[in-house]
């Protein structure tokens, strides 16, 4: 029996994908949103497979799976089943739903507290860390005394504005660094590492009250190995993401790696601790946490450091990915910037309230997600497209990577459309936010918001980008990353 059940964990799938014929006359049967008279949770459409092994062998190599592309196999089960289906992985089911009404009511029926499945793969490499498990793998109670404190923090956007000013300022250093670093071709060799470092000093600004100075020196390439930790957490946790063995070809040296990043990391924060500079910081506020453990508040500030590292640089990429390949977009954006003033341009109020950078935020999220599905458990049963999914089920939301083409939601599906977003009532819920929904979302989406927003506005007031490589697209490493190395070009405007 055990073996049976180790069987089930490492394979999860098929290539055969057709919905049972009961559940398509089921799903024919039923109107889309009848929550009054909702069908029974074994009458949700799911793809059949091979008898013990199921759906399994879809996760595997014998049949081309790639983790990375994880969102693609979920596009093809909703091609074949319908808007909403369900899947045994494991020994458990999981319900898939994709439409902008589910969304909608999937997010809007969660509590103060809600419900996320938890990620071993997490947990695994806080232990290997030294730490505590992640608020991300905590629920109720004891989620809510880890993520309150965070939330007081990081959730007023009176404190994230009045870091503007600095940020800036980096932003301007990473321009400097831009141009000192640019090869014949003008690319910049290692951009990708040295978006990281940019990362890293911008959240410098918020958690130290000072910059770093990491990209003073031309060091960025240089640091890359300390970097590499965050980057190598962020594909473990991909590859874990629906269990099975995937992350553990990625294992080999990983615990290395992320001590050396954990060390260097500390050693800037033991640093910056003897600094009257840190007095009223995020480092100061987090480290005075009466509520939680010594343990608990180091674990807590690494989470900080190293989200706000691979989360804002991938971000980052993605759009300039679609800036460079729209230089009409770059043109509009650039009269809207030269629209502020010389104090609005360095006012976080002013730059958060840019509504065509915000419009291309959303596209470009839409076109190349930066979240592609969002988990959620219920305490309670809820009903999505007509049916009723019982309390406990995971029901992960795919719409950000498989109604993003959608004709019936976008018009011109594939073009990059700011101005689609101009009509917030209209565009509610077609996709999610980038940093994800409700309570559950990122506590410092404001903060990388407002970083990204800085930098897109000191590159394109001096740089056309350009890119001239393999097409990109979004895949999962954790969160949405570009399929390809960030090689842009830099044209400087100003000679």
């Known amino acids: 029996m055990q073996s049976r059940s180790m069987l089930f964990k490492v394979l999860r799938g098929s290539k055969s994908i057709r919905a049972t014929q009961k559940s398509n006359t089921a799903t024919e049967s039923v109107p889309a949103h009848d929550i009054y008279n909702p069908l029974p949770f074994d009458k949700i459409p799911e793809p059949t497979g091979l008898p013990l092994v199921r759906t399994a062998l879809d996760y595997t190599p014998l049949r081309g799976f790639d983790i990375t592309r994880l969102h693609e ?13 369900k899947e045994r992985i494991g020994l ?15 997010f809007r029926s969660e509590g103060r507290m809600p419900f996320r499945f938890e990620l071993p793969a997490v947990r695994e490499l806080k232990t290997m860390m030294g730490y505590p498990d992640s608020i991300g793998n905590q629920k109720g109670e004891t989620w809510h005394r880890l993520r309150q404190p965070v939330n007081r923090i ?22 400097s660094y831009m141009e000192r670093r640019r090869d014949e071709n003008l690319e910049i060799p290692g951009y990708a590492e040295a978006l990281q470092v940019w990362a890293f000093e911008m959240a410098g600004i918020f958690i130290f009250n000072t910059q770093v100075g990491l990209l003073r020196e031309d060091v960025a390439t240089e640091v890359a190995a300390v970097f590499e930790g965050s980057s190598r957490m962020l594909e473990y946790v991909g590859a874990g993401a629906i269990g099975g063995p995937w992350r553990y070809f990625l294992k080999p040296g990983l615990k290395k790696c992320l001590l ?16 009257k500079s840190i007095k009223g910081s995020l480092l100061e506020e987090i480290m005075s946490i009466e509520t939680l453990t010594e343990e608990e508040r180091e674990s807590l500030l690494m989470d900080v450091l190293l989200g706000a590292i691979e989360a804002t640089a991938n971000t980052l990429a993605i759009c300039l990915y679609c800036l ?3 230089s009409e977009i770059q043109a509009k954006l650039r009269s809207e910037i030269k629209a502020l003033t010389p104090e609005q341009i360095s006012s976080g109020r002013a730059i958060d309230s840019m509504s065509y950078m915000n419009a291309f935020f959303k ?6 997600p930066f979240t592609h599905g969002l ?6 049963d809820i009903v999505l497209s007509g049916y009723r999914i019982p309390a406990g089920i995971t029901i992960l939301n795919t719409i950000n990577s498989t109604s993003n083409m959608n004709p019936d939601y976008f018009e011109d599906p594939h073009e990059c459309i700011p101005e689609r977003w101009l009509d917030k009532d209209k565009s509610k819920f077609m996709t999610t936010s980038g940093f994800g929904v409700g309570a559950r979302a990122c506590p410092g989406r404001f903060f990388a918001k407002q970083e990204i927003f800085l930098m897109l506005i000191e590159i394109l007031t001096n740089f056309k980008v350009e890119y001239h490589h393999a097409p990109a697209t979004s895949i999962i490493k954790a969160t949405g990353v570009l399929s390809t190395e960030p090689k842009f070009k830099f044209i400087s405007i100003n000679g």
């Open 92 to 106: 458990k089911y999981w319900v898939f739903c994709r439409t902008k009404e589910d969304t909608e009511r999937l």
């Open 375 to 380: 988990p959620r458990q219920f305490d309670h």
């Open 363 to 368: 596209e470009s999220n839409r076109l190349l």
């Open 324 to 326: 460079a390949m729209n």
């Open 154 to 175: 990081l959730l007023k956007k009176q404190t994230v504005w009045k870091y503007s000013k600095e940020q800036r300022d980096v932003c301007k250093e990473m321009v």
């Open 260 to 275: 050396n990043s954990k060390n260097f990391m500390l050693t800037i924060v033991n640093e910056q601790m003897s600094k």
């Open 73 to 85: 196999l979920w596009m093809k089960r909703h091609q074949e089943c319908g808007d909403i289906y």
